[in-house]
């Protein structure tokens, strides 16, 4: 597995930070759409540059067969999914894995806001190099 960069990891921490805060403030019990909000709001409010809902196109050998969305994109390369649910599931987890092979991304993070401590609701994933698409 390799690491990120320095300045990809530290662009992570930046946006557990901000939605450690966003959480500090609503707490659990919104929906998704709610939080994705106030994030950006913090996100922006901390100059961290992002996208929201960015389409990511889906390749098939070469082909593109359609595309996804992720919820933010930081700094072109960060993928951050958020949640709010009870219990993030195995297919949560790929779907953020699969958006992270489409997008190139060596690093993304899954976020569930309905946790009473968000530090359980943070889920950071890295890429191996192995799962990278073949150019």
């Known amino acids: 597995m390799l690491e990120p960069s320095r300045e990809l990891d ?8 901000a939605a450690i805060e966003v ?9 998704e759409s709610v939080y994705e909000e106030a994030l950006a709001i913090e996100l922006t409010l901390r100059d ?10 889906v390749n098939y050998k ?10 933010l994109l930081v700094d072109g390369m960060l993928i951050v999914e958020l949640k709010a649910m009870e219990k993030v599931l195995p297919i949560h987890q790929a779907q953020l894995m699969s958006y992270m092979r489409a997008a190139t991304s060596p ?17 950071r994933i890295v890429m191996s190099a192995e799962a990278q698409p073949a150019p």
């Not at 530290?10 to 930070?17: K, T």
């Not at 959480?23 to 929906?31: A, K, N, Q, S, V």
């Not at 690093?107 to 889920?123: A, D, Q, S, T, Y």
């Open 10 to 17: 530290a662009a992570a921490n930046a946006v557990i930070g």
């Open 23 to 31: 959480h500090r403030h609503l707490g659990p019990g919104f929906l």
């Open 48 to 57: 961290i540059r992002f996208e929201r809902q960015k389409a990511v196109s």
């Open 62 to 71: 070469g082909h593109s067969v359609g595309e996804g969305r992720v919820d």
């Open 107 to 123: 690093l993304g993070l899954l976020i569930n806001f309905n946790e009473k401590l968000l530090r359980g609701g943070i889920h």
